[in-house]
């Protein structure tokens, strides 16, 4: 299988769009059913969190979303052109208590390995699941 592609903009609606993206991708892998949803669910809270904090819920913003097989792999890379993350979390303020802070949590316990690479304009997260899993 070749590497899939899906540029969407930020709007909340096209969630539902990129979920079925996914789905249908991961499907063709050897992935438990159970490990097929909590990576679409990873996903969907990694755009959300672009829109929520990259963007600062402007539906207009564009998310670019690959998939791309690996030997044993799939490696997923969701780009944006907002704000990087950690500029939002050092906003709130150490002193604060966090209104999140469990996705982050949540993507690392799904995926095998989770990379933010800032960029000049925006951020890639890289997410990769195996299905041999590593010990």
């Known amino acids: 299988m070749k590497k899939a592609q899906l540029q969407f903009t930020s709007h909340t609606a096209n969630l539902a769009m990129m979920r079925d993206f996914v789905r ?14 909590l990576m679409v669910l990873g996903i969907d809270e990694a755009c959300t969190n672009i829109i929520r904090y ?21 490696r997923i890379r969701l780009r944006d052109y907002g704000e990087p993350i950690y500029k939002s979390l050092n906003a709130i303020g150490a002193n604060r208590p966090k209104p999140g802070g469990r996705g982050i949590k949540f993507m690392r316990q799904i995926f095998d390995k989770v990379e933010y690479c800032y960029k000049p304009r925006g951020t890639e997260l890289v997410l990769t699941r195996c299905w041999r899993r590593p010990s």
Do not use: H
């Not at 249908?24 to 949803?37: A, C, G, I, M, Q």
């Not at 990259?54 to 799939?74: H, T």
């Open 54 to 74: 990259a963007y600062a819920m402007r539906d207009d913003q564009p998310i670019r979303l690959s998939i791309e097989p690996l030997r044993d792999c799939i």
């Open 24 to 37: 249908t991708f991961v499907n063709d892998f050897p992935f438990s059913e159970k490990d097929r949803v």
